[in-house]
């Protein structure tokens, strides 16, 4: 396998109005949520990039931050912002709300992208575009989306050379797809708790 420099995209910018309070710095256990996924994935990539709006205070003590150019674009403009600061050839993209992310998941998804620009989840008949591998060969394909209002980042999936990755494809290294809970609202987060042991 030819080796290839990977980063982690790490969308923390969200208004959190379903949760009704920053969802970046929730504790779980004696870290914030944020801090955990950085935690996470930080083993398996070579650079963190966190992508937050203008004017987020972010917690952490974390150095590379990139902000949304404008506010109100979702998660396609945060993916064009981390791919424009990153180093790395491809990235994994993530949201800050998947504190049960499991770094073996991250892996096989950057061993499913090789030769191919992205490699997105399919899984309930739902594309999982932020928990996905992007080349930063997209890049011009995102900013040009972004330019045209096009926002939804499947519009990016179906413009590139993407792999879809079933279920099947990642039961070895996330057998119950623990990756892709997220916490959008207060009992999601709860349940994460519990789930995590820390609740």
Avoid at 133 to 152: F, I, T
Wanted: net charge negative.
């Amino acid at each position: 396998m030819l080796w290839m420099s990977n980063a982690a995209i790490v969308l923390c910018g969200g208004r959190s109005r379903r949760m009704g309070r920053d969802k970046a710095a929730l504790p779980f256990g004696d870290e914030t949520m944020l801090e955990r996924v950085v935690r996470i994935v930080r083993p398996v990539v070579d650079e963190v990039i966190l992508v937050a709006r203008e004017g987020q205070q972010v917690v952490g003590g974390f150095r590379d931050i990139v902000r949304d150019p404008a506010e109100g674009l979702g998660p396609l403009a945060g993916l064009a912002a981390g791919l424009a600061a990153m180093r790395s050839e491809r990235a994994f993209l993530t949201s800050c709300d998947v504190p049960l992310l499991r770094p073996e998941y991250v892996t096989r998804l950057f061993e499913l992208s090789d030769g191919r620009q992205a490699a997105v989840p399919h899984i309930g008949g739902y594309y999982m575009t932020t928990s996905a591998v992007y080349a930063r060969s997209v890049l011009p394909v995102a900013e040009r989306l972004l330019a045209q209002r096009r926002l939804r980042p499947f519009f990016l999936v179906e413009e590139v050379d993407a792999r879809l990755v079933t279920a099947d494809d990642l039961r070895d290294a996330d057998p119950n797809l623990l990756s892709f809970r997220n916490c959008n609202e207060p009992g999601d987060y709860e349940a994460a708790l519990r789930d995590a042991g820390f609740a």
